[in-house]
């Protein structure tokens, strides 16, 4: 039986951005993009410069054992990785964006201001936990985020309407797998994942969305939900401007 390797995500990334200036780095990465109902989510989790300044340590004293992108683990192992990565990070959020916000707005706006509501909660909780001189009253830290893709879709939603007000606005970096490769991201696609899918499976056993299945496909288009979707008709948690059947 063949055994398929898991990457081993570092903190080279973070590191690179820590030595060019940031006090915080903050690793997004969404999760609910391509279902057919709930909501969007993106996770955030912020690291500290001192949490990635030992270099004589190797990436299994810094990280978290058996992280990797959520999409690479078993759900087990993600609600086991939960409780840790809350505690290794020093802040972490979850932003969502409604499946009505994604009709209105279109995936690309809604993933943003997802995203903008994730990086509002953990600039709270910095602020809250004020560590090692973070978000005191008389400074604020340099914070740069690190974003799974190609694709910047929370810089160009700084400032707009629906947008959450930030005290500090991140300087972002794409980067294409980061999700596997950057401890951060790794994090809080985790992170954003077991929040989506206990709240998809807390729908699922509703009378109203029982039929759906969404305690076993959490929104997504199996060939049941979809046969589900024909015979009821959408419900008022599917994303209805979307090719449903």
């Known amino acids: 039986m063949s055994v398929v390797a ?3 995500p570092t903190l080279n990334l973070e590191r690179s951005l820590f030595d060019a200036g940031a006090d915080v780095v903050v690793g997004f990465d969404e999760v609910g993009r391509g279902a057919l109902a709930g909501p969007v989510m993106v996770g955030a989790a912020a690291l500290r410069r001192s949490q990635a300044s ?6 299994m004293d810094l990280v978290p054992h058996g992280l990797a992108d959520s999409k690479m683990l078993t759900e087990k192992r993600r ?3 939960f409780t840790p990565l809350q505690q290794w990070v020093a802040a972490w959020g979850v932003g969502a964006a409604t499946n009505h916000e994604i009709d209105q707005w279109g995936i690309s706006h809604a993933l943003g201001v997802a995203a903008l509501r994730a990086l509002a909660q953990v600039e709270e909780k910095l602020r809250q936990a004020a560590e090692g001189g973070i978000f005191v009253e008389d400074s604020a ?3 740069s985020g690190i974003l799974d893709g190609p694709n910047d879709y ?3 939603n700084v400032s707009t309407f629906d947008s ?3 005290r500090i606005i991140p300087t972002m970096t794409t980067q294409i797998k980061a999700d596997q490769t950057c401890a951060s991201v790794a994090a ?3 992170l954003a994942k077991v929040t989506r899918d206990r709240l998809m499976e807390e729908l699922g056993t509703r009378r109203e969305y029982a039929p759906y299945g969404w305690v076993k496909n959490k929104g997504y288009g199996s060939v049941a939900h979809r046969a589900a979707i024909a015979a ?3 419900s008022d948690m599917h994303r209805v401007s979307w090719h449903l059947v």
């Open 54 to 59: 030992t270099r004589t340590l190797s990436v």
């Open 164 to 166: 959450p007000a930030l």
């Open 188 to 190: 809080a696609s985790v």
């Open 6 to 8: 898991h990457i081993v």
């Open 154 to 156: 929370i810089s160009k």
């Open 141 to 143: 830290p340099a914070i």
């Open 232 to 234: 009821r008709g959408p």
């Open 79 to 81: 609600e086991a990785l």
